[in-house]
């Protein structure tokens, strides 16, 4: 974990925060590692939020040190050698959140893991998860969210699967605020606490 790193973002620092992130790239850090200091000062920043300590500004200025972050990450992650993709996801973070970072994380680690994974991006309207997997014929859709404000999103849009007639598609939710309980309220099939969980139980649902 670097300390400087996620002090920089929390900092609302930007130079220094690409500046530590090249730093530890080319000291030869785990990408991975990078990308989970992020997710944490994310954290902090979305706690901040939530107690009214910062607010929608902070919050997207945020958002893009985390992007130019994830740009500078991205070329040093290993992609799938395998041809073969053992099943299709559609990933992306919900309606009124545009929060990337998480979602980043689990569609890097999806990807490597050998899934086909159609990335919707941020503020993602239910019916778009619902062409797209009418679209791709995925079996697997992955709900991102950061804020509290996801919540509602997140249960409309499992809503929308089903009012679809896609209700065997399997559905995850994961984020800053998500956890068991908002998973149930939500009508998910599963909730997945970290990138590692979240392709396990994609694993486990594609029966690979």
Not at 26 to 54: H, Q, W, Y
Not at 106 to 116: H, T
Not at 145 to 150: D, K
Not at 190 to 198: E, F, I, Q, S, V
């Amino acid at each position: 974990m670097s300390q400087e790193l996620i002090n920089a973002i929390t900092g609302m620092n930007e130079d220094d925060a690409l500046k530590v992130a090249n730093q530890l790239l080319a000291s030869g850090t785990n990408p991975l590692d990078i990308l989970e200091d992020c997710r944490k000062a994310m954290d902090v920043i979305g706690k901040r939020f939530e107690a009214g300590d910062c607010f929608i500004p902070e919050l997207i200025f945020a958002g893009e040190i985390l992007s130019q972050i994830s740009s500078l990450v991205k070329p040093h992650l290993k992609q799938a050698a395998e041809s073969k993709k053992i099943g299709k996801i559609v990933f992306g973070t919900v309606q009124g959140d545009i929060h990337d970072i998480a979602k980043n994380i689990v569609v890097f680690m999806l990807d490597i893991n050998g899934f086909d994974v159609t990335d919707l991006g941020v503020d993602v309207p239910p019916a778009k998860f619902v062409e797209a997997v009418k679209r791709t014929g995925a079996k697997i859709v992955g709900l991102s969210g950061f804020l509290t404000l996801a919540f509602d999103p997140m249960k409309e849009t499992v809503a929308a699967l089903k009012a679809a007639g896609l209700a065997d598609v399997k559905v995850m939710v994961g984020g800053g605020q998500i956890d068991e309980q908002v998973c149930q309220y939500t009508g998910a099939d599963a909730y997945g606490r970290d990138a590692m969980a979240a392709v396990a139980l994609a694993k486990q649902w594609a029966g690979g």
